[in-house]
């Protein structure tokens, strides 16, 4: 891709932080944390953009600043009044959502 593009960005996801067994004979990382170092020193290696960069227009010298966000949401960080029951989802996140099981801090 990179060599399509003058320059190729990327941001990991919460996908990227799955651990899902082993992929094409390497070893799964035992963390999430471990697997998204491996992603950006292939980033590295491919010469894909993972942190802040400024971009300049050339035709009129303006620069755009790109700054990836990595961020992360757990439940412990919410503050915010629980819905009321009417307006709660039957099922536990906990067990729908993937991140809670396929993410290993």
Not at 1 to 13: E, K, N, T, W, Y
Not at 46 to 61: D, E, F, I, K
Not at 69 to 88: A, G, Q, V
Request: net charge positive; glycine share 4%; charged share 20%.
């Amino acid at each position: 891709v990179s060599v399509a593009f003058h320059i190729v960005c990327f941001c990991f996801g919460n996908h990227e932080a799955w651990i899902r067994g082993n992929r094409k004979g390497t070893p799964a990382p035992e963390t999430s944390l471990e697997k998204l170092d491996r992603i950006h020193t292939i980033c590295q290696n491919l010469q894909v953009y993972t942190s802040p960069v400024r971009l300049v227009c050339h035709h009129n010298g303006q620069h755009v600043l790109l700054l990836p966000l990595w961020s992360w949401y757990h439940s412990s960080w919410d503050i915010e009044p629980d819905l009321p029951k009417s307006l709660t989802p039957s099922l536990d996140p906990s067990k729908k959502v993937m991140d809670y099981r396929f993410c290993k801090w």
